[in-house]
Structure formats: structure tokens, C-alpha cells
Antibody, heavy 118, light 110 residues
Framework: EVQLAESGGGLVQPGGSLRLSCTASGFTFNTYWMSWVRQAPGKGLEWVANINQDGSEKYYVDSVKGRFTISRDNAKNSLYLQMNSLQAEDTAVFYC???????????WGQGILVTVSS | QSVLTQPPSASGTPGQRVTISCSGGSSNIGSKTVSWYQQLPRTAPKLLINSKNQRPSGVPDRFSGSKSGTSASLAISGLQSEDEADYYCVAWDDSLKGPVFGGGTKLTVL
């Protein structure tokens, strides 16, 4: 069974940093693009970033470029999102998803809440 | 404001057929495939219709997708109470070089 489990969320002050992790199981992790997708409270879904199989290609939505960094460790079947200079507008549930969105996101984690507030 | 436009709400009675539209442009729906997602209350999104217009295992055949020009549609036939959820369309956008989501449609089963 495919499973994606996010961790590392929580409350952080504006300007602070947080690192999200996503641990994958049940599939060959290093053969898939992976993505982060977020959902602000009461709002719709927004793609944040994606990374190719070996980590050599990374893409971001404009609003997080220069602040967020996506990475992966295939030996640990893990995906990461380093978030710096966090702003109130970054408050959201962050989902780890399998795929890059060119075709589809076919598996999703349960999501992890990030709250940016003083 | 989302790149892909969906109606914010839709409704139907049990057994009815409802459709949810998703409107885009030439850089996304007009030239790329569309996938659809269902998000039940307080849960993670789930793939409903993939980019090949196929249903993943476990998705009832009451759900179907279609596309014409720069618009796509999700049809749900034989509406059931458990279909009450938010529905999102997604397509790759060549101009933005990334996937774009519709704003979501909240489906209410009356």
C-alpha cells in the first residue's frame, strides 16, 4: 500500500523557518517526481514545488521562489521542503503528493499544518 | 484568482446527474490534459480522474471526465450523499511551467 506521511509542521513566527518532511513507503520512491501542494484555511489547493527523480530538477510557484527549497533523499525515501522567511500568507496545510502535476498527482499524504503567526 | 475557473458551488438531489465545469486557456486545458480530484470534508484530496481520463481503482464509474477546447467537465451520475465534497481540476500550464488548479467546486447533495 502506498503511503505518504508528512511531519515537521507547527507554529512559527513571521520571518522564521520550518522544514517539512514526507516519508514514502509502498512504492519505488526514486522513480517518481514528487511535489508539495498547499491549502490555506478555507481556500483551494495550490501547487508549491516539485522535484524530479534524482533531485536535479526543481521548480517552484513564483510566490515561494527564493524562500522555499525542495529536496529529497532517495536512500531514506524522503521528500523535504525547507521554508525560510515565512509569512502569514504561507499559513496552510501542506500536502506531499506523488507526481509533478504534468499528468496527475496520484497519491497524497494526509497533510501537515503550518501556522505563521506572532 | 485561479488560472482555471470553476463554479464555486453546485448541487443536486440523490440519483441526479450533475456536471462541474473547468475553464482555462490555450496554455493549459487547450493543449494539455486535465485531472480531477475529490476532497471530502477534513481529508486529503484524492485522484478521481487521471490525465488519460481514466478512473483509478476504486473510483465508481459514476464519475467521468471530458474536455472540449479550453474547457473540461466532470460528470457525476446517480448522485449519492457521499459525493458531497469539494472537487478540483488541474492542468499543466506551459506559460507558468507548472500545474495549475481550479478554485474548487463545493458539491452539495440536497
Amino acid at each position: 500500500e502506498v503511503q505518504l506521511a508528512e511531519s515537521g509542521g507547527g507554529l512559527v513566527q513571521p520571518g522564521g523557518s520550518l522544514r517539512l518532511s514526507c516519508t514514502a513507503s509502498g512504492f519505488t520512491f526514486n522513480t517518481y517526481w514528487m511535489s508539495w501542494v498547499r491549502q490555506a484555511p478555507g481556500k483551494g489547493l495550490e501547487w508549491v514545488a516539485n522535484i524530479n527523480q534524482d533531485g536535479s530538477e526543481k521548480y517552484y510557484v513564483d510566490s515561494v521562489k527564493g524562500r522555499f527549497t525542495i529536496s529529497r533523499d532517495n536512500a531514506k525515501n524522503s521528500l523535504y521542503l525547507q521554508m525560510n522567511s515565512l509569512q502569514a500568507e504561507d499559513t496552510a496545510v501542506f500536502y506531499c503528493a506523488r507526481g509533478r502535476g504534468y499528468y496527475s498527482f496520484d497519491q497524497w499524504g494526509q497533510g501537515i499544518l503550518v501556522t505563521v503567526s506572532s | 484568482q485561479s488560472v482555471l475557473t470553476q463554479p464555486p458551488s453546485a448541487s443536486g438531489t440523490p440519483g441526479q446527474r450533475v456536471t462541474i465545469s473547468c475553464s482555462g486557456g490555450s496554455s493549459n486545458i487547450g493543449s494539455k490534459t486535465v485531472s480531477w480530484y475529490q476532497q471530502l470534508p477534513r481529508t486529503a484530496p484524492k485522484l478521481l480522474i487521471n490525465s488519460k481520463n481514466q478512473r483509478p481503482s476504486g473510483v465508481p464509474d459514476r464519475f467521468s471526465g471530458s474536455k472540449s477546447g479550453t474547457s473540461a467537465s466532470l460528470a457525476i451520475s446517480g448522485l449519492q450523499s457521499e459525493d458531497e465534497a469539494d472537487y478540483y481540476c488541474v492542468a499543466w500550464d506551459d506559460s507558468l511551467k507548472g500545474p495549475v488548479f481550479g478554485g474548487g467546486t463545493k458539491l452539495t447533495v440536497l
